[in-house]
């Protein structure tokens, strides 16, 4: 099986392949194309077994093929537990939407002052 057969775009692939993912993992294999038909998936699976691009890729597959024409709106809303996987999840973001019209993102972490926050946010 192959990203190709999962129904991502070649905007999306071509990142994949500039990111050396080659062949997808079950969690991957079984959630994106569940994803992508609008269905609801919950997921377990070790470290390392491709959890974040199960869920990102067809988050931004789906946001960039209905874009608005407003800003401002959240469309999406993705909660950790760490701030370090939170990094690691907007550093996917930017990698797979690479060759896709760029997606507004905002990390948003507790234990840290609310107002740079908000000011990265602002203009939405």
Avoid: H
């Amino acid at each position: 099986m192959t990203f190709a057969s999962l129904g991502l775009s070649e905007p999306v692939l071509r990142a994949l392949a500039d990111l050396a993912y080659e062949t997808p993992t079950p969690v991957q294999r079984a959630a994106i194309p569940a994803i992508l038909q609008g269905r609801d998936v919950w997921a377990s699976a070790e470290t390392g077994s491709g959890k974040t691009a199960a869920f990102l890729l067809p988050i931004i597959e789906t946001l960039n093929a209905s874009r608005k024409e407003s800003l401002g709106d959240v469309r999406a809303l993705v909660l950790v537990p760490t701030r370090e996987l939170a990094a690691q999840i907007e550093g996917s973001i930017r990698g797979f939407q690479r060759y896709l019209p760029p997606l507004r993102t905002c990390l948003v972490e507790g234990g840290v002052s609310i107002n740079p926050q908000m000011a990265a946010g602002s203009g939405w």
